[in-house]
């Protein structure tokens, strides 16, 4: 799992390149090595879950603070489509905090995940807690990466 730190500091990115250029280079399905273990490890300690809209807003209700900011995977793709992720509580404070995203409110957030219906939406676990909701972009996600690499890692939030 990621720290709140590695999100604010920018290091999170470093462990998502990594990843994926992991992908890039190996065989599917991915080989029972060392490397690959790791790499599994390090992905299933973030916990992600697929969410239904509604599962989302049940986390964005329950927030003590919500942010909204460019998801953290798009700066190794600057060019690519922009699209932003949902924070909440304390990575919420501290992103907003390092200029990374700006303060939202319930309604604001909502319409913003409306409007990203077409995005699988993700929760991860950042410092223990589940607190980043990202309208995912498969083709750039560490994630579904992995999936199409057989490495089921996402699971639907029941
Ligand atoms: S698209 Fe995937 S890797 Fe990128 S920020 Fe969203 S959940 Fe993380």
Known sequence: MATIEEYTGGTIQKGIQKALM????ISSPVPDDEKSR???????AF??????PD?????IRSARSIAIGERVCRALNPG????ESVFL?????????AGKARNAGVEEARIYLEKSSKHPL???KVSGKHQE???????ECVYWRAEKKGIHCLKRKA
Do not use: N
């Open 22 to 25: 992991y992908f890039d280079t």
């Open 133 to 139: 909701i990202c309208p995912s972009v498969p083709s």
């Open 47 to 52: 916990e992600p879950f697929l969410l239904t």
């Open 80 to 83: 690519s489509l922009f699209t």
């Open 38 to 44: 790791h790499i599994r490890q390090k992905i299933d």
């Open 55 to 59: 599962q989302a807003m049940g986390y």
């Open 89 to 97: 509580d304390d990575l919420a404070i501290e992103m907003v905090r």
């Open 122 to 124: 993700i929760i991860s």
